[in-house]
């Protein structure tokens, strides 16, 4: 039955009959586990891919805050791991800048872009539709492989002869476009275009897939109305993803170009390394709109996958409905809405028009309502509920509070007038990694934490989550809170050393103290690692539905094969958000139970039976 | 081997022999399927600390804000006049944002704390509340406009200042390049000369074009000198990448775009001297510095702002030689207001990589 449905359905659609077969067959290690096309496997591909690349990341940002908290003290072993770049010990200017660029771009773009929405896109969106694959299965490794290609350029260029890009993740030219200006911008910067130009390809695989499954392969009785709000923010995260990608990759292009055929999209008048060049009437600042276009929908590409598993581990986790699921989702409809109109408060001191300035500040401040409306549902879906904490709880909770910490200093930046001295400042530093940082990597671990026992059929352990939550939440507050009050003693973003500014210096002993609270939380991670790994091979075996979850995902077999149900798809009578419903003796309610099966107390009237609404494409009843 | 590595290296095998001994006694419990932790709850154990972490990092919130609010120079002491709007605006904001901070902060982990799973107890069903929703839209939304309307205005009042003060002002000009600040000031034709990099030669490698007689007396400073409340006409270039000329105290920063001047009007209101006082630090200059990454040495741009009276200001600036003499007197063959034809650019250009 399940077989039928796949030949007969999604490969009629992709036109590729080729691929059929593999399904068909017992199929080999490479195909199952490599060339995949089964989105359970491209989600874990995403989520293992992510994990390294935050190894990475991460590592970076542990060295380069040593060199922070201790600007002229030699480390012999930072001499033996990064070579010439730290000559006896000291890490040289360059790259410490070129470390925060990696570090930037691998934690925005790898793990919080592709390991968080690849993973949970890919893995969550079949699942709880109900529908036995991604619209095409077959984009869908492509998108997996471009993401691949594009990763193992990004870390190939950091062991290159001049070094990987070294002009922040922004990548602003004239700084990136002139080799002159800083090594990065040598071989560096082209291979950090080249990875991008696969990353959005990856990204753009995935998004249109991401929609149109969503859009056309919900099961019987699944409307819009009746998805989990997981759905909703990944298909509103992949919408700014289609609308948004391509712009970073026409503003990299013509950074191409100017790098490579001597175009001037971006410079103008410029002299350097005692030579004026020949680029004439282009503008840096058009770069930064483009950039920003991109740039600021981004951030949001980041943060909302986040909040939508939020929502779902809030609402599982407490017992309770999510409070205010149309205003949820209006609210995010909003935010996305609204992401495309307010990317120059980015750029509010770049010498763009100041009236410009005030049109952008009126927006970027409308986008706060949503987002308080988001923090203010999220409180009271607690309230009176019967909180269970699961690690996942743990740190979808963590969430809501970097979330409503890192966005109010939103509203100081967002304020054109305020952001004058407070532009490109820890202040920034400090807002950005509360609430995309850290909240959206909370969302990453609460998706962990919550979909493992899916994923691998078997438990992480518990008591080395609440190890590991307590490890990262108490850390990344250590970390990041007192970069405000930096930002407020006016410490500049991108500084090798706080030393040559008496202002600055004030604020080193704090920089110590932030360092080793980055330590600290670096070490917590070694937690999750561990229990990642060990989980997979010799944790608890998972019961079919560990959280008595409402969704769809947990109907099917504890390890779904491709396929994803042996049987019929189950139809939807219901929103996914039934918990502690009146009348029910269980405190759950799953979606796939008519009203009528269901347990209810004694002395209790059940409501009569109801037709599934019309679904929006009979995939699923067709069987 | 010295006393020192071999205390270090004791260190180390005594954290190696503790994570053993850790190890070992979990493989004991495991295999004698002992659970030292079964008595625990999590739920309780968890929910009180979320109330621990609540109240311990409320304490440590504040008082770290009181021990460090002394050094909050981008906030506090403004020595400039729309500083003084700005920072009012600020502490405003801050106000709001601790109290939403403080109150969602005290519900949410109150909740926690005190929903948390017990047994017997059956959650609320409460799906939603539109009149609660309605109020907490609206709410934001009328705090938001309110501070929206002094944003604009404090913007629009820096960005644009009225003509009186624009005419008022004097001129200066801030030029950023790796890794310096170029600061020039008019002369006493109190007008700034042409400059643009095609006029680049030698020692000129601010590209002044000295067939523009008003470059004649411009004067090239490695301090920025400013009279006390003067409006001052910032105008800034760049030379080579993005570099950001920022005066943290006076709550001035504008980006330095190579190809686009950009410019910025204030009016500094504390005098060097003064701030010395309000701080009690005979040592403080006011400091200028780069803010927008440029490069290897872009957190070592600095350069000394000195604010002084009226007088001081135009002593210091009379003592000041034009550019144009100094330049001459390096290059004795030159023809009067003769330079280099653009095509010689490039030729001319590597010379001068000696500065
Ligand atoms: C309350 C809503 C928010 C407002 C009003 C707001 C406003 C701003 C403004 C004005 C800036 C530019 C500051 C500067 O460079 O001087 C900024 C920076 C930033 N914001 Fe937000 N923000 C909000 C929420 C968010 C959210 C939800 C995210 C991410 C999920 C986010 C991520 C970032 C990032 C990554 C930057 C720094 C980019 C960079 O310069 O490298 N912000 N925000
Ligand atoms: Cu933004
Ligand atoms: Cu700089």
């Not at chain 1, 490599?34 to 293992?48: G, R």
């Not at chain 1, 700014?240 to 990608?245: D, R």
């Not at chain 2, 981008?74 to 600020?90: K, T, Y």
């Not at chain 2, 409460?126 to 944003?151: F, Q, R, S």
Request: hydrophobic residues 45%; negative net charge; charged residues 15%.
């Amino acid at each position: 039955m399940a077989e039928s449905n796949i030949t007969s359905d999604f490969h009629l659609e992709v036109g590729d009959h080729g691929h059929d077969d593999h399904h068909h067959h017992e199929q080999g290690f490479l195909q199952k586990y490599i060339f995949s096309q089964d989105h359970k496997i491209i989600a874990k591909q995403f989520l293992i891919t992510g994990i390294i690349s935050a190894i990475v990341g991460i590592t970076f940002s542990a060295l380069f805050r040593l060199q922070l908290a201790y600007p002229d003290t030699a480390f012999p072993f930072l001499e033996s791991l990064l070579g010439k770049w730290a000559p006896g010990g000291i890490i040289k200017p360059e790259f410490y800048l070129a470390m925060v660029t990696m570090h930037g771009t691998i934690m925005v773009f790898f793990v919080l872009t592709a390991g968080l929405s690849g993973t949970f896109s890919n893995f969550l969106i079949p699942l709880q539709i109900g529908a036995r694959d991604m619209a095409s299965g077959f984009i869908n490794m492509l998108s997996y492989w471009a993401f691949f290609i594009s990763a193992v350029i990004m870390f190939l260029s950091i062991f290159i002869e001049t070094g990987p890009a070294s002009g922040g993740w922004t990548i602003y030219p004239p700084l990136s476009a002139l080799p002159q200006a800083i090594p990065g911008s040598g071989l560096g910067m082209t291979l950090w275009l080249t990875s991008m130009v696969f990353f959005i390809a990856s990204g753009m695989l995935g998004a249109i897939n991401y929609i149109t499954t969503i859009l056309n392969l919900r099961t019987g009785g699944m409307t819009m109305d009746r998805m989990p709000l997981t759905m909703w923010a990944f298909l509103l995260t992949a919408i700014l993803v289609v609308l948004s990608f391509p712009v970073l990759l026409s503003a990299a292009l013509l950074l191409f170009m100017d790098r490579l055929l001597g175009t001037s999209f971006y410079l103008s008048d410029i002299f350097i390394g005692g030579e004026v060049l020949h680029h004439a009437g282009g503008s840096p600042v058009l770069f930064q709109h483009l950039f920003w276009f991109l740039g600021h929908p981004e951030v949001y590409i980041v943060l909302l996958p986040a909040l939508g598993i939020s929502s779902e581990v809030i609402s599982v986790n407490s017992r309770k409905p999510i409070f205010g699921y149309k205003a949820m989702i209006g609210s995010m409809i909003g935010i996305a809405v609204l992401s495309f109109i307010v990317w120059a408060h980015h750029m509010f001191v770049t010498g763009m028009n100041p009236f410009l300035g005030t049109v952008f500040m009126l927006f970027t401040l409308i986008i706060a309502v949503p987002s308080a409306i988001k923090a203010f549902n999220y409180i009271t879906t607690l309230w009176k509920g019967n909180i269970r904490f699961t690690p996942a709880m743990m740190f979808a909770v963590g969430l809501v509070s970097f979330f409503i910490t890192g966005g109010i200093t939103g509203i100081f930046l967002g304020n054109a007038a305020l952001d004058i001295p407070l532009h490109d400042t820890y202040f920034v530093v400090a807002h950005f990694h509360l609430v995309m940082g850290s909240a959206s990597a909370f969302g990453l671990f609460a998706g962990v934490y919550h979909w493992f026992p899916k994923m691998f059929g078997r438990m992480m352990n518990p008591r080395l989550g609440y190890i590991h939550f307590w490890f990262t939440f108490v850390g990344l507050y250590l970390v990041f809170f007192p970069q405000h009050f930096q930002g407020m003693g006016g410490v500049s973003r991108h500084y090798y050393a706080f030393t040559e500014f008496s202002f600055m210096a004030e604020f080193l002993d704090l920089s110590k103290f932030i360092t080793y609270a980055a330590w600290f939380t670096f070490v917590g991670q070694f937690f999750f690692l561990f229990n990642f790994i060990y989980s997979i091979f010799r944790g608890k075996v998972a019961p079919a539905n560990p959280w008595k979850s409402n969704t769809l995902e947990w109907t099917t077999p504890i390890k779904p094969q491709h396929g994803n149900w042996p049987g019929e798809i189950p139809s939807v009578y219901r929103w996914p958000y039934d918990y502690s419903k009146p009348g029910l003796k269980d405190d759950f309610c799953p979606q796939h139970i008519p009203d009528e099966e269901l347990d209810y107390e004694d002395g209790f009237e059940p409501p009569k039976p109801v037709k599934p609404k019309e679904p929006a494409q009979t995939e699923g009843s067709k069987e | 081997m010295d006393a020192q590595s071999l205390l270090s290296l004791t260190k180390w095998l005594l954290v190696f022999i503790f994570f053993l001994v850790i190890y070992s006694m979990a493989l004991v419990l495991r295999l004698k399927k002992i659970d030292p932790f079964k008595e625990w709850n999590p739920t309780k154990i968890n929910g009180g600390l979320m109330m621990l972490f609540f109240i311990v990092g409320t304490i440590a919130a504040v008082w770290s804000s009181a021990y460090w609010f002394p050094k909050f120079a981008l906030v506090l002491d403004p020595a400039s006049e729309h500083g003084v709007s700005l920072d009012r605006m600020f502490w405003r904001t801050m106000i709001v944002s601790i109290a939403v901070v403080v109150v969602t902060h005290t519900i949410l982990f109150y909740f926690l704390w005190r929903y948390q799973d017990r047994p017997g107890q059956k959650a609320l069903y409460y799906p939603h509340n539109n009149k609660l929703e309605v109020i907490w839209t609206v709410v934001p939304a009328i705090v938001m406009t309110i501070l929206i309307a002094d944003g604009v205005r404090n913007w629009h009042d820096i960005m644009d200042p009225d003509e009186a003060t624009k005419e008022a002002s004097i001129d200066v000009e801030l030029t950023g390049r790796q890794f310096q600040w170029d600061i020039r000031y008019p002369g006493v034709d109190k007008e700034l000369g042409q400059a643009h990099v095609k006029y680049i030669s030698g020692a000129n490698t601010l590209g002044l074009n000295f067939d523009d007689v008003k470059t004649h007396d411009d004067i090239l400073a490695t301090e920025l000198h400013l009279p006390v409340g003067v409006p001052v006409h910032v105008h800034i270039r760049s030379m080579d990448v993005l570099h950001s000329p920022t005066l943290m105290q006076f709550r001035v920063k504008m980006d330095a775009v190579p190809g686009m001047p950009t410019n910025f009007y204030f009016t500094p209101s504390v005098t060097t001297k003064e701030m010395r006082e309000i701080k009690g630090d005979p040592e403080f200059e006011y400091e200028m510095s780069c803010q927008q990454i440029c490069g290897g040495a872009h957190y070592n741009m600095r350069r000394v702002v000195v604010v002084e009276t009226m007088e001081e200001y135009q002593k210091w600036l009379s003592e000041q030689k034009a550019f144009y003499t100094t330049f001459k007197e390096m290059n004795p063959g030159m023809d009067e207001g003769k330079t280099a034809d653009a095509g010689d650019i490039k030729e001319i250009g590597t010379l001068t990589s000696t500065n």
